[in-house]
């Protein structure tokens, strides 16, 4: 699916805090019903790209399309009102709080007319129930606080929250960060589940052994820069690797590696 035009397009995004370029003219297309990953080291540029597309601050330069529109992002409520949401590595959970409150938080169900509505817990439990249940996630008791899960089981529940609420772009910051490999695994599924219901998604991480085998296309930024974006059909996981780790200077590193090596041997 690469015709046609982009749900989200950043264009030529910079943006500079004081005298740092923590961005340098970075261009994105994420299109519907694929994954867009987005890889770099620490101090790439990645974050500052999420907090430019989920409306956090705005670019000192370039563009911003959604739906072929250009549009111009004031907060991360104007994001998500346009269909535009974002699971930040801290989730936006309240860890002493129910599952199901946490599910609804900002937007409770409720019974009831006008000013009087209460909030309809029983229908909002039967709803994150059944949410959960979608993505592999069979709890018995929606109402045990949220901070009882295991970090992949959390990640499901901010993600599930997005897509319920109609999310058409979801941006996830590092979902497989500190995770063990089924926990992954977990997030990972949920991840396609979200593509194949045609939603556009952004996955932020610095793994490309999590990114490469659910990705459709990989954008890869190094110093704020974009290093290039490539389609999975053009593309090995050892080729990922080495854009990602620069391929000139990786290849100029592994001689200086060998030479330090040859030294140290004659020296012995």
């Known amino acids: 699916m ?3 035009t982009p749900l989200l397009r950043a264009e030529a995004v910079t943006k500079r805090y004081g005298g740092v370029e923590a961005l340098r003219d970075v261009s994105i297309d994420v299109r519907a019903g694929e994954i867009t990953c987005l890889l ?6 990645k974050s500052t790209l999420i907090k430019v597309l989920s409306g956090v601050v705005r670019p000192d330069s370039g563009a911003i399309w959604f739906d072929g529109e250009r549009i111009e992002l004031s ?9 535009i949401a974002t699971v930040f590595q801290d989730l936006a959970l309240v860890g002493v709080m129910p599952i199901y409150r946490n599910f609804f938080l900002g937007r409770e169900p409720t019974r ?17 129930r059944r949410e959960l249940r979608e993505v592999g996630i069979d709890l018995r008791d929606m109402r045990q606080p949220v901070e009882t899960l295991s970090g992949g089981q959390r990640q499901c529940v901010a993600i599930a929250r997005a897509v319920y609420f109609g999310a058409r772009v979801l941006i996830l910051d590092e979902p497989t960060s500190a995770l063990g490999v089924r926990e992954a695994e977990l997030v990972l599924r949920h991840v396609l589940r979200a593509r194949a219901s045609g939603i556009g998604v952004v996955l932020i991480t610095h793994n490309v052994h999590h990114a490469y085998p659910v990705g459709d296309s990989f954008v890869v930024l190094r110093r704020g820069g974009l290093e290039g974006t490539y389609r999975k059909e053009d593309l090995t996981v050892g080729g990922l690797v080495r854009h990602m780790a620069g391929g000139a200077e990786l290849t100029r590193l592994q001689e200086d590696l060998e030479k330090m090596l040859e030294a140290v041997g004659d020296a012995g």
């Not at 770099?40 to 540029?45: K, L, P, V």
């Not at 009831?112 to 709803?127: H, Y």
């Open 2 to 4: 690469t015709g046609g």
């Open 40 to 45: 770099g080291d620490n101090g790439a540029g």
């Open 75 to 83: 907060s991360p409520r104007d994001a998500l009102r346009r269909g």
């Open 112 to 128: 009831g007319r006008f000013s009087l509505g209460w909030f309809d817990s029983r229908r909002a439990r039967e709803i994150a």
